[in-house]
């Protein structure tokens, strides 16, 4: 029978499917997953609505910022097209 909790099971399972190794993703786990840290329970709604929507708008202007470089870099004068 295979050791580990709910975690090491998840590993295992998707390990295969993103095609690394179990112990790669179980360090790359370790190593970022503390970050995203779960919305603490004793969050209210209106709290977490507030969270969300300053979430939604850094995502918003980074995604501008990517719009805008990505046009700057595809009218690049010089550069090769690939059509």
Do not use: D
């Not at 995203?36 to 300053?54: D, F, G, N, W, Y």
């Not at 939604?56 to 700057?72: G, Q, T, W």
């Amino acid at each position: 029978m295979a050791e580990g909790g709910p975690r090491s099971h998840s590993i295992r399972a998707v390990a295969p499917q993103l095609g690394v190794g179990e112990e790669t993703l179980r360090m790359w786990c370790n190593r970022h997953g503390p970050e995203v840290a779960p919305a603490s329970a004793s969050q209210t709604p209106a709290e977490e609505i507030r969270r969300l929507k300053r979430e939604l708008a850094e995502a918003r202007r980074a995604n501008e910022i990517l719009k805008a470089a990505s046009a700057f870099f595809a009218a690049e004068p010089g550069r090769p097209t690939t059509r």
